[in-house]
C-alpha cells in the first residue's frame, strides 16, 4: 500500500512537468505575440511591454532546463566591454551597461586602461550616463579629463566596492538617520541593491523601512515609495512589488559567488524559476491592482472552494440514493422518469440555468425568494447574531450552489445507477440473499457500501469542472471568487493572475485526483495490484 | 484481402445503424441533430435580408446577396416588398426576411421588441431578429462542435493508439500528457489562451478546442488499442510479418471505431457548452458573429426580456440534449454488438 501510495506520487512528478509546459507553452504565447494589440475590439491581446516584463518574470531570456552559460553582473560587464570593440554592438552594449548601472563600475574601471580609442569613447559615454545616476555628475563636468577622473575615482573609491562595505553601509542606514551613509550607498549605486534587497526582507522598524525604500527608488528611478501614513496591508503590498522587480533583475546586480556559480546551472533557467514560483507560491504582483498574487488568490480561494465543496455535497448527498433507489427498482416508472431528468439536466448549459433561476427567482418583479447578488446582506445590522449570519449566508449561496452542483449530481447518479446494476449481479450479493438477510439490509450492507466507492472517487475528477464553471456562476450571480477575478484578470491583461490561477487550479486538481486514486486504493485494496502498465508488444 | 474488409465494416456500420434506429428516442435526436446541421448550413437562405430572388426593374436577380449585390444594396426585404409594389415586380423572401446583423427593419431600429407577428421571436439589444440570430448562431455552433471534435479525434486516435500499440515509454508520455490536459479547468486554460492570444476569428477557438480537448478521445482509444493489441487476429498478422502500420490501420483501429465515435459525439456536445459559455463571456466568436452564447450574454445585460434568455437557451439545450441522446444511442448500439 505504502509502495503504491509512493509510486502515485512519483506519477505526480512527470505531470508536474506537463503542467510546467503547458504553461510555458501559455506564457511563449502571450510573449510572441505582441504585435495582435490594438487590432481586435476588445484590446485583449498582450501589448509589448506587458510581454517583456511577462518576459522577465519568467526568466524567458534564459536557458530552458540546464544554463551553463550563467551570465551575473560581472560577466555580462565583460562582455559588454568586449562587445566595445566591434562597431556593430557598441550602440547596445553601452545601452545595456548604462541599464545595469552602478554594478558595472568595479568591472569596468579597472579594464578602463586597456581600452582604445572608439571603445574607450564609448565606454566614458556609458560612464557618462552611470555618474548621474549615481550622484557624480557635477564632479564629472567639472573635468575635461574624464579618463582621468575615473581613474582617480577608482583608486580613491575602489576599496567601496565590496559586498562587506555596501552590507555594513545598509546595516549603518538601517540603525539610524544617517545622511553620510545614505550618500556613500547611493554613490555605490545599484551595486549595493543585493545587500538592500536582502535586509529589506528582514524585520525591520517602519523608519527604516522607508529610509531603504527611498534608497531604493532614488537608485533605481522606480517610483514606489512607501510613505509613514501606509497601512500594514499597504506595506506589505510595496515590499512585495520590490520583491517582484528584484526577483525579476536579480541576475543584473547580483555577482554570483562560490557554489553559485555550478549550482546556476540549475537555478538560473527557465524551468526553476517558474518551478521556484511554484513551489513558494509567489506568482508576482498583480498588474491590476499592484497586490501580490499570493494574497489575492489566498482571499478569492476560499469563496470558489466553498462553493465547489458545498455543491460537491450536495450532489452526492442526492445522487447516490437516487442512483441507488433507480437500480435497484431498474426499469420501474421512477427509474424511467429519473433517467430522463438526469439526462436532461446533465445536458443543460449551467449559465443559461443560471440566469432563468435569477430571472425568475431572484428578481423583482418575479418570485423575489432569493438575493441575487454577492453572498452577503450588505444591510445586515452589526447586532446579528452568527445564526443570522449564517441563514443570511445560506440564503445567498443556494442559487450558486444549485447552479454548480446540477451537472455534478445528474452525471454521479448516473454513475452510481450502473455501478449499483454492476454489483448486484455480484456473487456476494446473491449469498447474501442466500443466508436470508432482508432485501434492504443487502441493499445497504452489501451493494450500497461497495457501490458507493467508485463514485466517490469521481470526486477528484468533478473538481476541474466545478473550479471551471465557477467562472460563469460567480460573474452571473456577483460572487467575488477565483472565476470572476480571472474573468475581470483577462479583461485587463492581467496575466500575472492568469498563469497563476491555471497552474494553480491544475496542481489543486492534480492533488485532488491523487487523492481520490489514495483514497480508493487505501478503501478498495483490490484495485493495487490490478494496476499494471502497459506491456511493450 | 481488401474487399473483405471493407465489407466487414460496412456491415459493421450497417448493424449499428439499424441498433441505433430501433430505438425511436434516437431517431428523434438524430433527426434533430441533422437538422440543426441543415439549419446552420442552409442560414444564409432560411434568414437573410436579401431575397432568394426577385425581379426589379424589369431584371431578375437570384440569390442578390452572392451574385449582385450593386443595384440592390440598399435594400432589405421590407423596403423591397414597397418597391416592387410601387414599380412592380415580384420577390421570393426567405422564410424569416431578417439577417443575423440587420438592426433596421424599413430603415426603423425596433430594439428589444416582444415577440410579434414582424419578429416571431423579438429582437435583441440592437434591434436585431432573435430567430434569425438564433439560425445563424446553430451555424457557429455546428461549425465549432465538428470541426473541433473533427480535429480531437484525428489528434486523440493518433495519439491514443501510437502510446498503446508501442507501449512502454511512449505509452507513459501520453499518460502524462493526458494527465496533465485533465487536470486544466478547461474553461481556465481555455479562455487564457484566448486571452492571451486576444480573439481573432472562430477557427482559432476550433483549434483551441482541438488542441486542449483530445485527452477523453485518447484515453478511450488507448483504452481499446491496448484490449485489442492482445487479440490473436493481431497477433496473427503480426506473425504475417505486416508492417505497424498496416496493422494499425486494417486490424487495430476498426476494432476501436465504435467507442471512439460515442466519445466524440460526447465531445460535439461538450464543445458547444464550451463554444456557448466562451461566447457569453465575450470571449468566443468576435462580435458581429451570431451564436448562442453571445445571444444569451446580450440576455444578461438586459435581464427583463424573458424572449433573449428564453429562446437561445432553449436552442442551445435541445441541441446539446439531442447529441447526448445520440451519443447514448450510439453507445448502446455500440455495446450490443
Redesign the interface.
Known sequence: MIGYIFKRLG?LL??I???S??TFI?IN??VD?PD??G????G???DAETAQELGRAYGLHLPLFLNFSIEDAQTRTERNIKELSDPFNRKSAVRSLVHIGGAVIPYLLPKLDHLKGDSLSAALEALEDIARSIGHADALHNTNDPLRFWQKYWITYGSDFTPVRAKRLVRRTIRREDRLALNELHSLGTYCLPQIMESLNEALPLEAQIRLVDILCEITDRDDPMSPYFSLKQRRDVLSRWNEWWHQRYDLYTSFEGIYNVSGAITETRYFRWLSRVVTFDFGVSSRDGRPIRDKIMERAPVTLLLSVLALFFAYIIAIPLGAVSAVKKGSWFDRITGVSL??L???????VA??L??YFG?A?HLNWFPSQGLASPNLPFSATPWDVFVDTAHHLFLPVLCLSFVSLAMLARYQRVGMLRISEQGYIRAAKAKGLTDFQVILRHGLRNSVIPVITLMG?QL??L???S??IE??FGIQGMGAE??DA?RS?D?YW??A??TV???L??VG?LASDVIYALVDPRIVPGRQ????? | MKKRDLGISRLWLYKVNRQFYRKPFNVVAGGFVIFVCLLGLFADLIASENPIACKVDGQVHILPAIFSTAELVDYDNQSLLDKIARDGGWTLAPPIPFGPNQTKVDGAIDWLAAPSDLHVLGTDGSGRDVLARIIHGARSAMLVGLSSMLLCTILGVLLGALAAYFGGFWDRVANVGIETLTAFPTLFLILGIQGLLGISSIWQLVVIIGATRWTDVARVTRAEVLRTVNEEYVEAARALGLSHVRILRRHVLPAVLGPVLVSATFGIASAILIESTLSFLGYGAPPPTASWGGLLADAFASQRCYWLILFPGVALSATVLAINIAGEGLSDAVDVL
Open positions: 506519477m512527470p505531470t512537468l506537463g503542467i509546459l503547458v501559455l504565447l502571450a505575440n495582435t494589440a487590432t481586435d475590439t476588445t485583449s491581446a498582450i439526462f436532461v446533465y445536458s443543460l448549459p449551467t449559465f443559461w440566469m432563468l435569477l430571472k428578481s418583479g475528477l476541474p469542472y473550479i471551471s464553471s467562472v460563469v460573474r452571473i480571472t474573468f483577462i491583461s496575466y492568469l498563469l490561477v491555471v487550479t491544475a496542481v486538481t492534480m485526483i502498465l502497459s506491456k511493450r508488444i
